[in-house]
């Protein structure tokens, strides 16, 4: 559609180059064309001159020779009828005869001078005197001379004895002749005789005017051969000078009985004949000389024309060309297009970006766009149109929907430009329609959430205010009125201080000074008092735009009031909190110290001789003090864990003596329960792992016993553990535990790590469990870095996958003694130890139950040993007597544990071994023990694995040291 170039095309600048060279050789032909047809003319002239001269010459001749040869017939005629006595006869004769000789003289006046006539005895003479009277006079005839003149013809009548002497005046003759030819005024008439010119127009002969020597000696030739001539040459002054070049044509002729040669001259003026042209033909030259200037003008003109229109032509094309691209680049930015249409409505023609932004072809288009118009916008767009026309409207705007080909709708705006003859009769139009099907959506999208908005600002509770930078009302969105301080009737316009009670105005219109001063939001709370009461407000001021601030207000009355409550709630619940940990640390105190004594003595117990039945009792106050000790546990975990306290402490252990010794735990259970039990390591499970052990166990006793718990006898529970490890170090330790037993319906299995929730919580419930283990091994497990996922289909069996993560260790690296020692503890038979392992005990506790429990113990074990009740006893005894290790409580009387330690390791130092008891078990308490100066620390309830390990460790090295020593 768009021309890709609009200067001149190269065709048409040549085209102008040959009309300049046209018009050069147009002027250059009309000059030589001039100049040759003025040459021809000049030739014609001169030629046709010429040829007038030649004809004028001749004629000139033969006159002269007829008139002379006329003269001497009639004077032969004369002299033939003369008598010889005329004179003597009588008077008419006489008569006769002078009649006959005026006749002659009146014949040739010109030519003839004098008559003598002679008889035979006289002779008589006629002539014209000056007053031209013919004049006769008689002569003696002898007196008459016997030579002739010059110009004297002798005719004699022998027979007669007559003669006649006529003398002639040939020079009158021939001027006479001669005044019959006109050759102009610059025509010469000449008789040439004997060498010598005649003139016969006697001025320029009387001037001493000549023909050129030359070309008279070439005349002279010619007449000498009897042979007519013309010349073209110099007619000389006086001073054989050139007066002016001349054609020169002569005539010869001979007169009888003159002897002499002749030969009539005609001189013209070459130029006079010639410039007759230019005088004759001036205005012609003239008119070619002012057409000639006119055609160059023209030319000229034309060319400068030409090259000015040349250079707007190109200079427009240029900007044209320009516009286009701009328009072209313009109408795809904006996605558009151009279309024109006649006055019927016809579309002539459409740019081809239609197919771009609508989909159609153009011929398509063209011919059916009123089918692609919208059915709601068709007659929208027809209405404009007529309006726009019957109102003779130069343009119209119209936004309307087109189907595009693929059958979306799409957002459009027409322009048009419609077109009116002088007559304001419609010519047609021509339109933009551009694509503004986004910016469309984005509006809508406005209106809609500006909508949006409206319905929630109507919606709030809240009184809300917009204001102009000077605090006017401008708008305002009030659902309860009840709450304003003054009606709002006639607000919109008014200041805040116009409509607001003074008090109220004052601090409110400060705010919004500020809001507009900073920019930022401002928040003012006030008190109001309307007919509900005594109300309190929180405002928030803000700027909506640069020209808008908003406010809104709420009523904060029951916030503040519920506020104040739950301020008294919070602290009421803190300080129940607090009670609570109090009361759990006092309960896991208070709980596990009577359990300690009530599990101490029970393994005891089992060594002493024992029946069936008392076995059969133990074994009840056995699981039911261990079950009772994990529920404990389980709270007490529970509550840390919900704090955020709990911690993890890693150790290095081996891995599957670790899992292998927890699962013998079950073993029991198991072949009570008749389980098919198995459990699998995959191949990269490591050696020695470093993680929290206590924790791992905790969560697979938990997990385990729950499969053991929930699945009925003879069922089958498999568990797998495999290992990925990551950056060789590290490792990610799955664990799966699969059972077949009563499963979990789908919808509760989300329940299951919710603390107590259990899925058969009836008093009736055949499994005992408190609820907490798997929301607690969960969350130990998160801790360890891993998660828990549970699958289970009801009545099926369920399947608990965990992982957590590790530290690989290999058996050449330091591992922990720990490690060992465990090892090797193993299979030790701590009865009567004292032996091989001897020691000085003093054990500080003042719990009798525990006092009783540790005697039994000691004297299995082989040891002696001293007590002390309190710290301070501990101390003083410590200073009397020398001990290897004491088992130090740490609540005590006088003095507890931590302090007498601290005395003891100031004055004393590190020599005697101080193992910490306590029913305390959180590790912050072991923690603060070790910090103090305790060797270690057994929670209660004691176990006797624990305090022989520890006795055996303290004596091997006290044994060693002395070795060493
Ligand atoms: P507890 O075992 O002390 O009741 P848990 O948190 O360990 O508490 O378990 C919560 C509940 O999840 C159990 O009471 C039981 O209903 C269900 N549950 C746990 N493990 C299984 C299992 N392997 N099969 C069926 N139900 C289970």
Redesign the pocket.
């Known amino acids: 559609m768009i021309p890709k170039d609009y200067s001149l095309p190269k065709s048409e600048t040549g085209l102008y180059r040959i009309l300049v060279v046209l018009g050069i050789f147009v002027v250059f032909l009309i000059t030589f064309l001039g100049l040759a047809f003025f040459q021809a003319l000049n030739d014609n002239q001169i030629n046709s001159s010429k040829t007038t001269l030649n004809k004028q010459a001749e004629l000139a001749s033969k006159q002269i020779e007829n008139r002379f040869t006329a003269f001497y017939d009639d004077m032969v005629f004369f002299v033939n009828n003369l008598e010889p006595d005329t004179y003597a006869v009588n008077d008419n004769e006489n008569l006769a005869f002078e009649k006959r000789a005026r006749r002659i003289f009146n014949n040739h006046r010109d030519l003839l001078d004098t008559v003598k006539v002679i008889f035979p005895n006289q002779a008589v003479i006629f002539h014209f005197d000056n007053r031209n009277n013919f004049v006769k006079t008689f002569f003696d005839k002898q007196q008459l001379s016997q030579e002739l003149g010059k110009n004297e013809i002798f005719l004699n009548n022998e027979s007669k004895n007559v003669a006649i002497r006529a003398i002639v005046n040939l020079e009158r003759f021939f001027i006479d002749e001669m005044t019959n030819y006109y050759l102009g005024i610059s025509g010469e008439k000449l008789i040439y005789c004997d060498g010598k010119l005649l003139g016969t127009h006697e001025q320029k002969l009387k001037k001493g005017f000549l023909i050129d020597e030359k070309i008279l000696e070439k005349i002279a030739a010619q007449v000498e051969e009897g042979l007519k001539g013309d010349f073209s040459g110099a007619f000389v002054n006086q001073n054989e000078e050139l007066e002016f070049e001349a054609l020169i044509h002569h005539y010869p002729f001979s007169i009888y009985p003159i002897k002499s040669k002749f030969t009539t001259v005609f001189v013209v003026n070459k130029n006079v004949v010639t410039s007759g042209i230019f005088s004759t033909h001036f205005y012609l030259i003239l008119a070619l000389l002012i057409l000639l200037a006119l055609v160059i003008l023209i030319l000229f003109k034309s060319i400068k024309n030409s090259q000015v229109t040349n250079e707007v032509l190109s200079k427009n094309a240029d900007e044209i060309s320009e516009l286009f691209r701009r328009q072209a680049l313009l109408l795809h930015e904006t996605k558009g297009f151009i279309y024109f249409q006649d006055s019927d409505g016809k579309m002539t023609s459409v740019g081809r970006e239609v197919k771009g932004i609508l989909g159609y072809d153009t011929e398509d288009f063209a011919l059916n766009y009123k089918k692609y118009i919208s059915k709601k916008d068709i007659a929208k767009l027809e209405k404009a149109i007529e309006v726009s026309i019957s109102n003779r409207k130069d343009s119209l705007s119209i936004e309307l929907d087109f189907k595009t080909k693929t059958g979306k709708l799409r957002r459009t705006k027409i322009f048009e430009r419609l077109e009116f003859d002088e007559n304001e009769n419609f010519l047609g139009n021509v339109g933009i329609c551009t694509d503004i099907q986004e910016k469309y959506e984005t509006e809508q999208e406005i209106v809609n959430s500006e909508n949006r908005l409206r319905a929630v600002l109507k919606s709030l509770p809240d009184l809300i205010f917009i204001y102009d930078n000077e605090g006017r009302y401008l708008d305002f969105h009030v659902k309860n009125k009840s709450l304003l301080v003054a009606p709002l009737e006639g607000a919109i316009g008014k200041k805040m201080s116009e409509i607001l009670p003074e008090s109220l105005a004052k601090p409110i219109q400060q705010v919004f000074n500020n809001t507009i001063k900073t920019g930022n939001m401002q928040t003012v709370e006030y008190e109001v008092d309307i007919p509900s009461g005594k109300r309190l407000f929180e405002a928030r001021f803000f700027r909506l735009d640069n020209d808008k601030v908003m406010s809104i207000a709420r009523d904060i009355t029951g916030q503040k009031l519920w506020e104040r409550g739950l301020m008294e709630a919070k602290k009421a619940a803190d300080q129940a909190n607090l009670a609570k940990s109090e009361f759990l640390a006092n309960m896991s105190h208070e709980i596990r110290t009577p359990m300690n004594g009530l599990l101490g003595i029970i393994p005891l117990l089992e060594t002493t001789h024992l029946d069936q039945t008392q076995k059969d009792y133990i074994q009840i106050i056995k699981d039911s003090g261990e079950s009772l000790l994990n529920i404990i546990k389980d709270i007490l975990d529970y509550s840390k864990i919900e704090s955020g306290e709990m911690t993890l402490y890693k150790s290095v252990f081996n891995f599957k003596n670790e899992i292998e010794k927890t699962l013998k735990i079950f073993s029991g259970l198991i072949k009570e329960k008749d389980i098919q039990f198995s459990f699998h390591f995959g191949q990269m499970v490591p050696e020695y792992v470093e993680l929290d052990k206590e924790k791992l166990r905790q969560i697979l006793i938990?997990?385990i016993?729950?499969?053991i718990?929930?699945?009925p006898d003879g069922g089958k529970i498999s568990v797998n553990i495999s290992a990925e490890s990551i950056f060789e170090k590290n490792v990610i330790l799955n664990f799966e535990?699969k059972?077949n037993?009563?499963?979990?319906p789908a919808d509760k299995i989300e329940m299951?790590?919710t603390p107590f929730?259990?899925?058969?919580s009836s008093s009736t419930k055949r499994?005992?469990?408190?609820?907490?283990?798997?929301?607690i091994?969960q969350k130990i497990i998160e801790l360890m870095g891993g998660e828990m996922i549970i699958k289970?289909e009801f009545g099926q069996?369920?399947e608990?996958t965990f992982s957590i993560f590790g530290t690989i260790w290999h058996k050449d690296e330091n591992l922990d003694v720990n490690v060992q020692e465990e090892e090797e503890l193993e299979g030790f038979v701590w009865k009567d130890m004292a032996q091989e392992f001897p020691l000085k005990i003093l054990l500080a506790e003042d719990n009798s139950t525990n006092l009783l429990f540790m005697d039994m113990l000691m004297i299995q074990l082989g040891y002696v040993y001293d007590v002390a009740r309190n710290g301070a006893e501990a101390v003083r005894m410590v200073k009397e007597s020398d001990y290897d290790l004491i088992l130090m409580d740490i609540q005590m009387p006088v003095m507890n544990g931590l302090e007498a330690t601290q005395v003891i390791r100031k004055s004393l130092g590190n020599k005697i071994t101080i193992v910490g008891l306590s029913a305390n078990a959180f590790q912050e308490d072991v923690d603060q023990a070790l910090e103090i100066g305790m060797d270690s620390y057994i929670s209660k309830p004691l176990k006797i694995n624990e305090i022989t390990s520890i006795i055996r460790s303290c004596s091997e090295k006290i044994h060693i040291k002395k070795e060493v020593n």
């Open positions: 938990n997990i016993g729950n499969a718990k929930f699945t535990v059972d037993g009563i499963g979990i299951l790590t929730f259990q899925l058969d499994h005992q469990g408190t609820g907490l283990g798997l929301a091994s289970s069996g369920s608990f």
